[in-house]
């Protein structure tokens, strides 16, 4: 596509209650990089994919988050059992690869989710 | 560890009048530097990338920043600020071997008339 998009943009849920949250990279775009912003605070980073492999997951807050991707292109990120400091806007990126040295990323509008 | 600080939470200047945010990184070596702005309800935008070279680069909406490695900063400046640049600044930090942009807190830009 022609940019990152995700899904959904809002999302109200109920303490304890699952969500997932989609995102769709820019077509031919290797990398992607999902981040929180809490109120306030600037970007967390949480996870990033080469492909459909993530090397590093020690941005995750907890073990209740989980991140997939399939195919080289859509990412979903799963939180379970969610509490209420997961309150946040989760922004998705992507880049071209992370080999060229120059890893310019690609925002997407975020998803912003609350936690009742 | 490294880290990328923003040590201006908010500022507020007045239109017309020069810019500068600042932006400090911690990292080993050079870090490939960026500029972002978040404008209320809308997402990430670059405004400009430091990779090498020329220490003075310029970006997008007449804003320029400088790379000063003796002082490991990367400063954001705009001559004459419209309210239009009324908005979230993001200064970022990534290195090739860690696979991560690392972003500082943010500064808070507020434009008065």
């Known amino acids: 596509g022609a940019g990152v998009s995700q899904s959904p943009s809002n999302k109200v849920t109920e303490k304890g209650k699952d969500v997932e949250l989609r995102c769709d990279p820019i077509?031919?775009?290797?990398?992607l990089y999902w981040y929180r912003q809490s109120l306030g605070q600037g970007l967390e980073f949480l996870i990033y994919?080469?492909?459909?492999?993530?090397?590093?997951k020690s941005g995750l807050p907890s073990d209740r988050f989980s991140a997939e991707r399939t195919g080289g292109s859509v990412s979903t990120l799963t939180i379970q059992r969610t509490q209420q400091e997961d309150s946040a806007v989760y922004l998705c990126?992507?880049?071209?690869?992370?080999?060229?040295?120059?890893?310019?990323?690609?925002f997407g509008a975020g998803s912003r989710l609350t936690v009742l | 560890a490294q880290s990328v600080t923003q040590p201006d939470i908010h500022i507020t200047v007045s239109e017309g009048a020069s810019l500068e945010l600042r932006c400090n990184y911690s990292?080993?070596?050079?870090?490939?530097l960026f500029w972002y702005v978040q404008s209320p309800g809308q997402g990430l935008q670059l405004l400009l990338k430091?990779?090498?070279?020329?220490?003075l680069v310029q970006g997008i909406k007449g804003f320029e920043a400088e790379f000063k490695r003796s002082q490991s900063s990367f400063n954001l400046r705009k001559p004459s600020v419209h309210w239009s640049d009324a908005a979230e600044y993001f200064c970022?930090?990534?290195?090739?071997?860690?696979?991560?942009?690392?972003f500082g807190q943010g500064t808070t830009l507020q434009v008065k008339p």
């Open positions: 990126a992507s880049s071209r690869d992370m080999s060229s040295g120059a890893n310019v990323l690609t």
């Open positions: 077509s031919g775009h290797t990398a």
């Open positions: 994919f080469q492909g459909n492999s993530a090397p590093d």
């Open positions: 990292y080993g070596a050079t870090p490939y």
């Open positions: 430091y990779f090498s070279g020329d220490t």
């Open positions: 970022a930090a990534w290195r090739s071997n860690t696979g991560k942009l690392i």
